[in-house]
T-cell receptor, first 112, second 115 residues
Framework: GNSVTQMEGPVTLSEEAFLTINCTYTATGYPSLFWYVQYPGEGLQLLLKATKADDKGSNKGFEATYRKETTSFHLEKGSVQVSDSAVYFCALVKWAGTALIFGKGTTLSVSS | GAGVSQSPSNKVTEKGKDVELRCDPISGHTALYWYRQSLGQGLEFLIYFQGNSAPDKSGLPSDRFSAERTGGSVSTLTIQRTQQEDSAVYLC?????????????FGSGTRLTVV
């Protein structure tokens, strides 16, 4: 079946450090890939997405590239801020409107 | 309303009681999803409704869990004979399935505590 595996946290960084959160997936065909973010006390929000191989999703300084050859969608940011502290979820969907399948989430904590 | 509305926001129940959780999706969204978020388990898919099609119940963890969607709009997730391991945040989402639209919108969730 379809599944998403992401690196376990917590990830603890100092402000302005480089961030990578690894995500790999297992799926038949060509899923679409997402990163969602959940800030403390808030709901789940879409951070970025990519719908086909080699697409790069980007938002708020975060980027992720859909790599079909390695079945990966790693999240990166060049310089994290304290306000980036949150839980990050990688997810896939086979077709628009079907259920998102999530990884277990990675907690990021950024200190000043 | 503008977003996905869930009620109640918090629910404390005694072990063995039944609970009902409600989700009001965005008007016009044809698809509705239920997820469970618990520590160490991330976001588990529970059930998915798409229009008038039979729901995808493949994620329901046991026969104590069921869900309905009336009139293609409001959905109710029912947990019978609650157990302590059912304690979690239950999230609902809805989406518009046209074309390549990936606009999934999540509610704020219902935090269920079974004591």
């Amino acid at each position: 079946g379809n599944s998403v595996t992401q690196m376990e946290g917590p990830v603890t960084l100092s402000e302005e450090a480089f961030l990578t959160i690894n995500c790999t997936y297992t799926a038949t065909g060509y899923p679409s890939l997402f990163w969602y973010v959940q800030y403390p006390g808030e709901g789940l929000q879409l951070l970025l997405k990519a719908t086909k191989a080699d697409d790069k999703g980007s938002n708020k300084g975060f980027e992720a590239t859909y790599r079909k050859e390695t079945t990966s969608f790693h999240l990166e940011k060049g310089s994290v801020q304290v306000s980036d502290s949150a839980v990050y979820f990688c997810a896939l969907v086979k077709w628009a409107g079907t259920a998102l399948i999530f990884g277990k989430g990675t907690t990021l904590s950024v200190s000043s | 309303g503008a977003g996905v509305s869930q009620s109640p926001s918090n629910k404390v129940t005694e072990k063995g009681k039944d609970v009902e959780l409600r989700c009001d999706p965005i008007s016009g969204h044809t698809a509705l999803y239920w997820y469970r978020q618990s520590l160490g388990q991330g976001l588990e898919f529970l059930i998915y409704f798409q229009g008038n099609s039979a729901p995808d119940k493949s994620g329901l963890p046991s026969d104590r869990f069921s869900a309905e969607r009336t009139g293609g709009s409001v959905s109710t997730l029912t947990i019978q004979r609650t157990q302590q391991e059912d304690s979690a945040v239950y999230l609902c989402a809805s989406s518009n399935t046209g074309g390549t639209n990936y606009g999934y919108t999540f509610g704020s969730g219902t935090r269920l505590t079974v004591v």
